[in-house]
């Protein structure tokens, strides 16, 4: 990237954080879509009032029929003089649109040292709005889904990451990417994973972030009963700024949400060490 940089504080990054959530939920308001705080912007919420002291992004989850109706009225809703925004119609190539929307504040750099150098990937800080799914209740049929999300995961690893970071562990999909090649687009493998995390039927009791059997929240920590988002409770999200200013609004969480934090963090109300922010976020200058 040509423009200078210069690396934004944490306190930065909350804030500008916040005011595109409070944006997100001014449009999600007015379009009467339903949505919670995920992760660790839930966990930070619930636990500590606010956000986790090292967290660099904000977490939001949306059941399938929201989440295709946001990105629907994206384009016109959102203040495109101040947010961008990334996802299958913006961005085709863009990895992992199949299952997160990204939105945030212009005129911020977000370092993602792990993808190729392609202008398709740059981005500013974001909020990741991701989609939950109905998931089969039976967990043996679950574990074949994310396996067939994590082969198709990894072959879009190998078209847009950095070899250091591409797990290589599912033989198969390197296979795949061997024999493809540039044959099949990121569009359209997306395309596929779509169609394999929408493919049980809404009768069931147990939902999902799609993620497949990669990263840092595999299988049995989104593995979530639907019961546990069936309504919404408010809860003050509070962000120090400089000088002791203070911003806070109240956002929606799932009813569930103990339930929730057990499930993916398990002893989710103990405090952790302190984590360092990993820098890397920036001001474009």
Known sequence: MEAKLRKMTVEEIHIELFNTLLHIDDICRKHHIEYFLGFGTLLGCVRDGGFLPWDDDIDIVMKRDEFERFNKILPEAIDNEKFFYINGSSRKNYPCWSYITRIGPKGTFRKMDYFLDDECFQSGIFIDVFVL??????IFLYRIQTL??????????????????VKEWIVIGKYIYQLLGDRISVYWLNKLREKVQ???????????????????????????????????????????????????HRFPIPIGYKHILEITYKAWETHPLLKQSKGLSYWIE
């Open 148 to 165: 067939m999300l994590a082969i198709i995961d990894s072959i879009i690893s190998f078209k847009t990451c950095k070899t250091e970071y």
């Open 198 to 248: 929408t493919g049980f039927k809404r009768t069931s009791k147990k939902i999902c972030v799609p993620f497949g059997d990669i990263g840092r929240y595999p299988l049995i920590k989104v593995y979530w009963d639907l019961k546990d988002f069936d309504d919404i409770e408010y809860m003050e999200f509070i962000v120090y700024g400089k000088d002791a200013q203070i911003y806070k």
């Open 133 to 138: 799914d109905y998931a089969p209740e039976n």
